[in-house]
């Protein structure tokens, strides 16, 4: 999925919320570089994320593949 999709502004952190933003700067680049944003409005903050996470391969978990050998969380439910 990193191969062609990438978290911008227009795809994906301009339809979410700030702390969702944040959360996602804070598990792929630092907790400080989240702590740096968290005061900006949302645009900017999108826009500052954007390229933050643009280095990093970071995808948000809905794009996540499901590792080989881990069940994964629906085949738990019963």
Do not use: F, H, N
């Not at 598990?27 to 826009?47: F, G, H, P, T």
Request: positive net charge.
């Amino acid at each position: 999925m990193t191969g062609y999709w990438r978290p911008t502004v227009r795809t994906y952190l301009g339809r979410i919320t700030k702390a969702r933003i944040l959360e996602a700067v804070r598990e792929a680049v630092s907790d400080e570089a989240a702590d740096r944003m968290a005061q900006m409005k949302k645009q900017d903050m999108a826009e500052a994320a954007e390229q933050l996470l643009a280095a990093t391969g970071w995808l948000p978990c809905e794009r996540r593949e499901p590792r080989k050998g881990l069940p994964s969380p629906r085949s738990r439910m019963p």
